[in-house]
């Protein structure tokens, strides 16, 4: 028996060919804004939507053994959070927009996602299908472009739920 690979958020295996870490794969993006990761030649992706599928590889989608908060964390402040909160709450995002919802002047926003990126908090996201808000349109997906966009990596989801749980205070 063959052990199921532990993914990170937002991905989830394939039922129609179940990959492994030792093949090629690659993901769909699906209605209900999870990942699907495939088989590289897997039959089902024929009858796909082709500006969906995005290249993936394991290490980029496989949870980590998260540990404590590394010695970068003391380098970081309440609006740090505060942008790595939003990118949980809304997934894909650019600067313009957190510095929009943030009420941060847009240079801050930049730097801040900067900032992040650089402490492998934030990682860029490749021309990806991108939801629009519900408030914007409903289901509707586009192509995003004009911006870079960020997502929270694995250890920026660790580091916020450190500091949302208080014990950075203790």
Known sequence: MIDTPLLK????????CRPHPDEAIVGYFSHDDV????RRG??????????RLIALKWRD???????GPGQDYSELDET??????HHRDYDI???LMVAKMLRLPRREAFERHQ????LDLLERVD???????????RNKWIKHRNHTYYRLTEKGSHYLDFWLSGEHSA
């Open 80 to 85: 740090d959070f505060a942008v790595l909160k």
């Open 127 to 137: 021309a990806v299908m991108v939801r629009y808000r519900k408030t914007t349109a």
């Open 61 to 67: 989608i496989l949870r980590q053994t998260p540990t």
């Open 9 to 16: 958020e937002k991905y989830m295996l394939a039922k129609c």
């Open 115 to 118: 900032k992040l990126r650089n």
């Open 42 to 51: 897997c039959a089902n992706l024929s009858k796909t939507e082709t500006e």
């Open 93 to 95: 995002d650019y600067s």
């Open 35 to 38: 990942i699907k990761v495939h």
